[in-house]
C-alpha cells in the first residue's frame, strides 16, 4: 500500500535560515508521482512540484529545492534563505499509476514557522 | 486564468442534515477530485470524477456522495450529518485521463462545521 512519511510535525527557524523537509515514501510500484504542496493559512493548497519517478534529477526554482532520491525512497524539499512568508504547512503527496486511481496519498505535513 | 473555485466558503449543519458542495474546476479540465481534511486526520481522498463518471472513490461510507455535470462542475452531498464530518472539504481538477496522474490544482475549500 502507498504511505507517505512526513516526520517533523513542525519546525521553526529564525528567517534566512536554511530549512529541509523531510518526505520519505513506500509504494509497490515502478511508476508513480511525487508532489509537494504548500498550504497557507487561508486554506488553498498550492502546487509546488510534481516529479516522476524516472526522474531523479534534482530541481531547483528560486529559493527551492528538491532532492528526489529512490535509492532511499525520499523527496526532501529544502528552502533557502526563508521568509516570513515561506511559513505554512507543506505536504507531500504520492500517487500511482496502477489501475487509473490517480489519486493523491498525502503525508501528515510538516508546519513551518519562520519568525522574523 | 480563473482557478477552482468552490462555494459556499463556510457551512454550518447540525447533526442529521444534509450538506451539499459546489466545485468548478478550472476551465479546460475534466477531472474533479473531492478530499476531507478533518483534524487530526489529515488530507483524505474522497472520489474522482472525469468526464461525468465516477472514477475512483476513498473509504468513506455511501453517505458521501457526488457528481459531474456536464459543464464538468461537481457537487460532494454528505447525507445524515455527523459530527466528525466536520471538517475543510477540498476540490481539485487535473486535465483528465492521460494515462498518467496530472497535476491537480486546489480551490480554497468549504469549511464545514456539524453541530
Known amino acids: 500500500a502507498q504511505k507517505v512519511t512526513q516526520a517533523q510535525t513542525e519546525i521553526s527557524v529564525v528567517e534566512k535560515e536554511d530549512v529541509t523537509l523531510d518526505c520519505v515514501y513506500e509504494?509497490?510500484?515502478?511508476?508513480?508521482?511525487l508532489f509537494w504542496y504548500k498550504q497557507p493559512p487561508s486554506g488553498e493548497l498550492v502546487f509546488l512540484i510534481r516529479?516522476?519517478?524516472?526522474?531523479?534529477q534534482n530541481e531547483i526554482s528560486g529559493r527551492y529545492s528538491w532532492n528526489f532520491q529512490k535509492s532511499t525512497s525520499s523527496f526532501n524539499f529544502t528552502i533557502t534563505a526563508s521568509q516570513v512568508v515561506d511559513s505554512a504547512v507543506y505536504f507531500c503527496?504520492?500517487?500511482?499509476?496502477?489501475?487509473?486511481?490517480?489519486?493523491?496519498?498525502f503525508g501528515k505535513g510538516t508546519k513551518l514557522t519562520v519568525n522574523p | 486564468e480563473a482557478g477552482v473555485t468552490q462555494s459556499p466558503t463556510h457551512l454550518i449543519k447540525t447533526r442529521g442534515q444534509q450538506a451539499t458542495l459546489r466545485c468548478s474546476p478550472i476551465?479546460?479540465?475534466?477531472?474533479v477530485y473531492w478530499y476531507q481534511q478533518a483534524l487530526g486526520l489529515g488530507l483524505q481522498f474522497l472520489l474522482w470524477y472525469d468526464e461525468g463518471e465516477e472514477r475512483n472513490r476513498g473509504n468513506f461510507p455511501p453517505r458521501f456522495s457526488g457528481r459531474q455535470f456536464p459543464n464538468y462542475s461537481s457537487e460532494l452531498n454528505v447525507n445524515a450529518l455527523e459530527l466528525e464530518d466536520s471538517a475543510l472539504y477540498l476540490c481539485?481538477?487535473?486535465?483528465?485521463?492521460?494515462?498518467?496522474?496530472?497535476?491537480?490544482?486546489f480551490g480554497p475549500g468549504t469549511r464545514l462545521l456539524v453541530l
Open positions: 481539485a481538477s487535473s486535465v483528465g485521463l492521460a494515462g498518467f496522474p496530472e497535476t491537480q490544482y
Open positions: 476551465s479546460g479540465h475534466t477531472s
Open positions: 516529479r516522476n519517478s524516472f526522474d531523479e
Open positions: 509504494t509497490r510500484d515502478t511508476t508513480y508521482y
Open positions: 503527496a504520492l500517487s500511482e499509476t496502477q489501475g487509473g486511481s490517480e489519486k493523491l496519498v
